[in-house]
């Protein structure tokens, strides 16, 4: 077991749970789970939270556990965030006081995301992300990497995303009632790309699917960098939901046949084959052919899937055989939907679960869990400039005292280079 210098926590509020990860770093930047906390959560719709204190309570919850598990006191976490109010859009800025000094250095670049954020607030809007995609120097596009170079004109090219500034205020109050400091809130497919996809698929050109409790969220990445992103109101609630709403069942009842009986592809069903659901308001179950459940499963997948190709066609995705699709959160386990796939949109997909950047615990390795391990890699990032702090529990934690992740060596962002990201939590911003 490793001896920490510091820890990092992450929590994915999802639709349908709150997963707290704790993790700590060594002093080589090697990240290593120390507990988790998983507390189902009834208070978000659609990634939104509409009942404050059901979140509360789960947060706290699963924080709680966490600790335990960890043997540390949590003080602060980065936080993921997605939702319907969540909104992107691709901008031009022309930057005349980079290079002005003869040079474009580190520090010109450094700043340019929160310059781009500071051009693109909004009233009743928090920009969250400002990640620049390419430069134009003098005219001269397609520029990754403009350190070094000189320039007379700098233009940049940037992926924005901000959140509704009640929404963003509502996550954060939300964490914090649990006594926990936030550090940084960061678009939870974003997060989900960081931990499941390879630095070639981010280059060659990839986007995640990430399939929740309460939307599908798609990154869009084309030579290296994030290039369109999109949340879709659909998520696996909405599957159970529309076995609720057929056969007035429960919605335990409904979330278990959907995970073990359901399947995107009817005609692999047996024709005789029934299953029992619970019937509100009767003492009898009502037997449903499972194929009938099974085609209902396939329609809301078609739709999804409908949704997903327009989306990917807004993002100038058109050869798909060159293009790759890679699902992850916990509703692409759902029985056929890669064979769907590969038959509707393109056979160059996977699914995926975080891996290649630490030990997984066992029962973590699916790929609803690809959120809150990419919060963790996201966060050690941003701990160069963000304090992430933690106290152990009556003396029995790692380490001794309080630490900061930023006093050691952290791992670069699986994006690879300097921060790309702007952080509107930064301790000591505004």
């Given amino acids: 077991m490793m001896q920490p210098s510091g820890i990092i926590t992450a929590i994915d509020v999802g639709t349908t749970k709150i997963f707290t990860l704790v993790a ?67 901008r031009r800025d022309v930057l005349d006081w980079v290079g002005s000094h003869g040079v474009i250095t580190d520090r010109d670049i450094s700043r340019i995301p929160e310059t781009v954020a500071n051009a693109s607030k909004e009233l009743g809007r928090k920009v969250l992300h400002a990640l620049p995609i390419s430069y134009s120097l003098d005219g001269e596009e397609g520029i990754k990497d403009p350190m070094g170079m ?58 995640v699917i990430d399939i929740g409790g309460g939307t599908t969220d798609i990154i869009v990445y084309k030579g290296g960098t994030i290039a369109y992103s999109a949340v879709i109101p659909i998520g696996g609630y909405q599957f159970t939901n529309d076995i609720c709403m057929t056969y007035n069942t429960t919605f335990e009842a409904a979330e278990e046949a959907k995970i073990t009986q359901c ?22 179950g009502l037997k449903v052919p499972r194929r009938d459940l099974c085609q209902l499963t396939r329609e809301r997948a078609m739709e999804l899937m409908r949704l997903i190709m327009i989306t990917l066609k807004d993002a100038d995705v058109t050869d798909f055989d060159n293009f790759r699709l890679v699902l992850t959160g916990g509703g692409s386990n759902m029985d056929g939907l890669e064979d769907m796939i590969k038959r509707t949109l393109t056979s160059n997909v996977r699914t995926a679960a ?65 921060s790309r990201f702007f952080n509107p939590f930064r301790r000591g911003g505004k």
């Avoid at 939270?49 to 602060?76: F, L, P, Y």
């Avoid at 005609?267 to 659901?277: A, F, N, Q």
């Avoid at 030990?359 to 919060?375: D, R």
């Fill in 354 to 418: 975080p891996s290649g950047f630490m030990e997984i615990p066992l029962g973590l390795q699916q790929p609803e869990y690809a959120t809150g391990f990419g919060i963790l890699l996201w966060g050690a990032t941003q701990s160069r400039t963000a304090t992430a702090t933690y106290s152990p529990i009556n003396g029995n934690g790692p380490g001794n005292g309080s630490r900061s992740v930023a006093e050691g060596k952290v791992p670069v962002s699986a994006g690879g280079g300097r």
């Fill in 263 to 284: 399947s995107t592809e009817p005609d692999t069903v047996r024709p005789h084959e029934e299953i029992t659901l619970p019937v509100q308001g009767r003492a009898a």
């Fill in 24 to 90: 700590g770093v060594d002093d080589t930047g090697a990240l290593e789970a120390l507990g988790h906390g998983i507390v189902p959560c009834g208070g978000l719709s659609k990634g939104n939270i509409e009942d404050i204190v059901e979140t509360q309570r789960a947060i706290r919850e699963s924080v709680q556990e966490a600790q335990r598990q960890a043997g540390v006191q949590i003080k602060s976490a980065f936080v993921g965030i997605t939702g319907t109010h969540i909104s992107f859009e691709n």
């Fill in 150 to 207: 000189h320039s007379n004109r700098l233009e940049v090219e940037t992926h924005v995303v901000s959140g509704s500034s009640m929404a963003v205020d509502r996550l954060v109050r939300a964490v914090e009632s649990a006594g926990v400091k936030v550090d940084g809130v960061v678009l939870g497919s974003i997060a989900s790309s960081e931990s499941v996809l390879t630095p070639l698929e981010r280059a060659r050109g990839t986007a």
